[in-house]
């Protein structure tokens, strides 16, 4: 019997998810997470830098120091990774605003819960418009085509006759 054959394998492969494309890195085991972000950004030329990428697995948010091994990821499974983005948020179409970075896979309802949570800003019977159009509470923010630097606006809800 080979010692060596209930040893952990030292390479294996991940599965990576951006933006509706599928891509496959051989990588080492002991990898840290910053170190997959910065293979991502390199290897398979996710334009979006290291520093800007939020990793996920199965819903957990990945921490840069740790590594694959310490979150116990098996060969093949897959990581989604999201893009950091800043949005400004203004308040009924004032000069007030705040600024938050959140990952482009935060829904509009979440973003928010957060600018409620953080502020304390009431949003019930609000919606955040963009470009004159309402946005979905349940629409991921990149689906909304929110990107770096948008401007969104918190305006009451207004139904349309």
Same mark, same amino acid.
């Given at each position: 019997?080979?010692?060596?054959?209930?040893?952990?394998?030292?390479?294996? !492969? %991940? +599965?990576?998810?951006?933006?509706?494309?599928?891509?496959? /890195?051989?990588? =080492? *085991?002991?990898? !840290? %997470? +910053?170190?997959?972000?910065?293979?991502?950004?390199?290897? /398979?030329?996710? =334009? *979006?830098?290291?520093?800007?990428?939020?990793?996920?697995?199965?819903?957990?948010?990945?921490?840069?120091?740790?590594?694959?091994?310490?979150?116990?990821?098996?060969?093949?499974?897959?990581?989604?990774?999201?893009?950091?983005?800043?949005?400004?948020?203004?308040?009924?179409?004032?000069?007030?605003?705040?600024?938050?970075?959140?990952?482009?896979?935060?829904?509009?309802?979440?973003?928010?819960?957060?600018?409620?949570?953080?502020?304390?800003?009431?949003?019930?019977?609000?919606?955040?418009?963009?470009?004159?159009?309402?946005?979905?509470?349940?629409?991921?923010?990149?689906?909304?085509?929110?990107?770096?630097?948008?401007?969104?606006?918190?305006?009451?809800?207004?139904?349309?006759?």
């Amino acid at each position: 019997m080979d010692p060596d054959s209930n040893l952990p394998p030292a390479n294996m !492969r %991940i +599965i990576v998810l951006w933006s509706g494309t599928i891509s496959t /890195l051989e990588i =080492p *085991v002991a990898t !840290r %997470i +910053i170190e997959v972000k910065l293979l991502i950004w390199e290897a /398979l030329h996710v =334009p *979006v830098p290291a520093d800007r990428q939020e990793l996920s697995w199965e819903g957990q948010f990945l921490k840069d120091e740790l590594t694959l091994q310490n979150y116990h990821i098996p060969p093949n499974a897959s990581l989604t990774v999201f893009n950091k983005i800043e949005v400004k948020i203004y308040l009924e179409y004032s000069r007030f605003h705040f600024v938050y970075v959140v990952y482009d896979g935060t829904t509009v309802g979440e973003l928010k819960a957060k600018l409620h949570a953080d502020q304390g800003i009431d949003i019930e019977h609000k919606v955040l418009r963009m470009n004159g159009s309402d946005l979905d509470d349940r629409a991921l923010l990149w689906a909304a085509r929110v990107t770096e630097g948008t401007k969104l606006h918190l305006v009451e809800y207004q139904s349309r006759r």
